[in-house]
């Protein structure tokens, strides 16, 4: 009698979760950052302009 063998899936799942981040105004600039770590003035680190909040899916920390 043979049992097969099963393979384990070992994927690394990313798991990710709705996290609050503040992304720049301008459209142009990539600059954005999560809520827990956002500066107090809420301008962005890249460019200075201001940031808006919004929810991204990002990997869980
Ligand atoms: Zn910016």
């Given at each position: 009698m043979f049992f097969g063998k099963r393979g384990k899936?070992?994927?690394l799942e990313t798991i990710l979760v709705e996290t609050e981040v503040f992304s720049c105004m301008?459209?142009?600039c990539?600059?954005?950052m999560r809520?827990?770590?956002v500066s107090d003035d809420l301008l962005?680190?890249?460019c200075g302009k201001e940031m808006?909040?919004?929810i991204r899916e990002l990997p869980k920390i």
């Open positions: 899936d070992e994927e301008d459209e142009t990539i600059g954005w809520k827990e770590f962005c680190p890249m808006i909040q919004e």
